[in-house]
């Protein structure tokens, strides 16, 4: 039980486009579900924290207008990067409150 | 605010030796738990093993154990009998507070933890 889906595993996209990252809880619901980031050779980070049906909450020096994040429903959380850089290429993963279960990641390269 | 330390940042291990991985951590919270995950080049992290603020027992799942020396904010993970496939980063988290923030995690900087045959 307790199964985080992350899609897609990896994704390169042009500079100025915006990447869309899911996050589904498969068994079970979600209220809440955290966003990380993980540049390489260094440790995850709390972006945002996605609550169903209401707004996400932002860690401090994370802009919002840039990592969108809609949870619309208990079992699906996305996180949009608009207007993507190269600065953005990163590697990120979402987790879920129940068991502490983390999706794949999702590995952003943006060219 | 919650803070996790790992000081080592690399490690090596013989295969089938037993390997410590050491973790301190700093909160005011009474109420908290630790974590040990495993994160493999794939770049997943794989969850080990949990340690509440107010178990009496140190956990142990399989081949893992941590031990938790709650007077000197202590949480280090032991793994015995080292397999080739241990190889990886490990990283040590924390969760504590109250409410919905309670789930977030706060972790360290990782240990690459390396078995030599």
């Known amino acids: 039980g307790a199964v985080v889906s992350q899609h897609p595993s990896w994704v390169i996209c042009k500079s100025g486009t915006s990447v869309k990252i899911e996050c589904r809880s498969l068994?079970?619901?979600?209220?809440?579900m955290f966003w990380y980031r993980q540049f390489p050779k260094q440790s995850l980070m709390l972006m945002a924290t996605?609550?169903?049906?209401?707004?996400?909450?932002?860690e401090q020096g994370v802009e919002k207008d840039k990592f969108l994040i809609n949870h619309a429903s208990l079992t699906l959380s996305t996180l949009t990067v608009t207007s993507a850089h190269p600065e953005d290429s990163s590697f990120y993963i979402c987790?879920?409150?129940?068991?502490?279960?983390f999706g794949s990641g999702t590995r952003l390269t943006v060219v | 605010a919650q803070k996790i330390t790992q000081t080592q940042p690399g490690m090596f291990v013989q295969e089938k030796e037993a390997v410590t991985l050491d973790c301190t951590y700093d909160?005011?919270?009474?109420?908290?738990?630790l974590f040990w995950y495993k994160q493999p080049s794939s770049g997943e992290m794989i969850f080990l093993i949990y340690?509440?603020?107010?178990?009496?027992q140190n956990a142990t799942e399989g081949r893992y154990s941590l031990n938790f020396q709650k007077a000197r904010k202590s949480a280090n993970l032991v793994i015995s009998a080292s397999q080739l496939g241990d190889s990886a980063m490990y990283f040590c988290?924390?969760?504590?507070?109250?409410?919905?923030?309670?789930?977030?995690?706060?972790f360290g900087k990782g240990t690459k933890l390396s078995v030599i045959p």
């Open positions: 996605s609550n169903e049906g209401s707004k996400a909450t932002y």
């Open positions: 909160t005011s919270d009474q109420s908290y738990g």
């Open positions: 987790s879920a409150t129940y068991g502490y279960t």
């Open positions: 340690q509440g603020s107010y178990d009496e």
């Open positions: 988290a924390m969760r504590g507070g109250s409410g919905a923030g309670s789930y977030q995690l706060t």
């Open positions: 068994d079970f619901q979600a209220t809440t």
